[in-house]
């Protein structure tokens, strides 16, 4: 029996805030013993990453991760360039589509499966102002129809 569990370390709520996300990949990451442990901990922040192609690789850029505080001279650098393992197939339609759709591969959620870490890219395009303010007039619009339905149940 070949049982799969999941457990969220963190969630990316301003990508889905900046950019519309047209498709969702799987990717797991390289690290270094003193980062898994970080990471188990929660001690990730999202701020300002993305990831990039360079020679047929991804590379996961500008992702945070505490140093482990009882990792006394095998720390690790905070935010060092970190490689993505994504199948090739997988790498070649993403450089088709960010060389010529302009795209942008965002990192939306990192978590644990199956004792591995993985992380989830976004591919998606950046929205403009009207459009922000559009999803947070839904969202408000949206959250006052469950408030009023909820009086009445």
């Known amino acids: 029996m070949n049982a799969q569990y999941t457990k969220l370390i963190a969630n990316n709520k301003k990508a889905r805030h900046n950019y519309h996300i047209d498709d969702e990949y799987e990717a797991g990451i390289v690290l270094v013993g003193s980062e898994v442990k970080a990471i188990r901990e929660g001690r990730v922040s999202f701020k300002d990453s993305y990831a990039d192609i360079k020679r047929g690789e991804v590379f996961l850029r500008r992702l ?26 997988e790498i070649k339609k993403l450089v088709g589509k960010i060389k010529e759709q302009g795209y942008t ?36 619009v949206k959250r006052d129809m469950d408030r009023e339905r909820k009086k009445y149940s």
């Open 64 to 89: 945070h991760i505490s140093p482990y505080e009882f990792a006394y001279n095998a720390n690790h650098e905070s935010l060092r360039t970190r490689k993505l393992l994504l199948h090739s197939h």
């Open 105 to 140: 591969l965002v990192p939306l959620k990192i978590y644990f499966k199956n004792d591995k870490i993985k992380i989830l890219l976004g591919l998606g395009k950046g929205k403009k102002l009207y459009d922000k303010r559009e999803s947070i007039k839904q969202r408000d």
